[in-house]
């Protein structure tokens, strides 16, 4: 459980859409690999094996918090990191990424699906509990994909610019589609809770790739298990925030799924996507992340303009609207941070 100095930081706070004296900064993908510290500490090291050292987790969370003085940290890790500790058979493959040995696509497969048993993902909660002292009151974000993705990722064996196999499945098999999503909920579910116990004082559910769907389609496939997750968590006293990416028509049925944050990426203004959430949910992003290679005259116009669009939403948590890029120069990000705290300061 967060403890009350995190409680009361400038991200937890806005998170709930209470006064805050700035807007909170974070960026997806902030611990990775824009930083050289980083790319220093890991090299060699393959991604899995990066995830379940804690003493390497816990110090490469924190380095984007020594360099750019973000208002949270996010814990490092990866999406698949609770299929891989359950005993699917995969790997994250460098300029690819996660590649399932063993793709599903029928009822057997689901039935060997195994469950994820706490103990498990143990080396997720050192790291959580290296953390909380070493950042010293900044709040820790814990996350997880959401089933939707894991299931893409499951289905394709790899990542899909499509979703061809996903989609046949989903229409073709639906008492298998969610068969198999239910299953992933409750991996979720339990990777998050874990993350909660050690300590993280905010969950983002990552639904990466949701934007694929339709409306109605996300309604009737993909909503109830997301929700599965998100209900899940009610009761655990830390902010949830929600996040897809090309999912600007699905911005109020993945607000009805649970959750506490709405982020939002590049594409709809925030002004425009707190109408579509609702009055009592707070938005995150939504930069977007190619403007941070464009002049800094460029870069501060989009960040006020961003800041005042946020301004009428329940309340706002400055990020991008996806991941930080490789190459991002990592002073844009500093003086992205400065600069978010100055023109929002009341």
């Not at 984007?64 to 359950?86: C, E, G, K, T």
Request: net charge negative.
């Amino acid at each position: 459980m967060s403890d009350t100095t995190v409680e009361q930081s400038v991200f937890v706070r806005a998170c709930h859409g209470e006064s805050v004296p700035h807007v909170p900064v974070w960026f997806m993908r902030q611990a990775g690999r824009s930083l050289p510290e980083y790319r220093s500490i890991r090299s060699g090291t393959p991604m899995l094996e990066a995830c379940r050292r804690p003493d390497l987790v816990c110090e490469i969370t924190l380095q984007p918090v020594r360099r750019h003085s973000v208002d949270a940290a996010v814990l490092f890790s990866d999406i698949v990191v609770p299929l891989a500790a359950a005993g699917v058979d995969l790997d994250i493959k460098p300029g690819v990424g996660p590649v399932i040995a063993n793709p599903i696509r029928d009822a057997a497969g689901v039935a060997a699906l195994p469950s994820l048993e706490p103990d498990a993902v143990e080396f997720v909660a050192e790291a959580v509990r290296l953390l909380i002292p070493a950042l010293a009151g900044t709040p820790l974000i814990g996350f997880a994909g959401a089933p939707f993705t894991l299931a893409s990722y499951l289905i394709e064996g790899g990542p899909s610019r499509t979703y061809e196999r996903t989609k046949a499945l989903m229409h073709g098999a639906p008492d298998v589609w969610h068969a198999l999503c239910s299953r992933l909920a409750e991996i979720t579910l339990a990777f998050l809770r874990v993350q909660v116990s050690a300590g993280v004082s905010a969950v983002q559910l990552f639904d990466s790739w949701a934007g694929a769907l339709s409306e109605a389609d996300y309604r009737r496939f993909v909503m109830p298990h997301s929700a599965a997750v998100l209900s899940g968590l009610a009761d655990a006293g830390v902010p949830r925030i929600h996040f897809g990416v090309g999912t600007a028509h699905l911005l109020p049925a993945m607000a009805e799924a649970g959750a506490d944050v709405m982020g939002v990426d590049w594409r709809t203004p925030l002004d425009t996507a707190a109408a579509l959430v609702g009055p009592d949910r707070a938005v995150q992003g939504n930069l977007d992340p190619a403007i941070l290679f464009a002049p800094w005259p460029v870069i501060e116009a989009e960040v006020r303009r961003i800041v005042s669009e946020g301004r009428s939403a329940h309340g706002h948590v400055f990020n991008l609207g996806h991941g930080v890029p490789p190459d991002t120069d990592p002073e844009v990000l500093t003086r992205v941070v400065k600069l978010v705290h100055e023109v929002s300061a009341v």
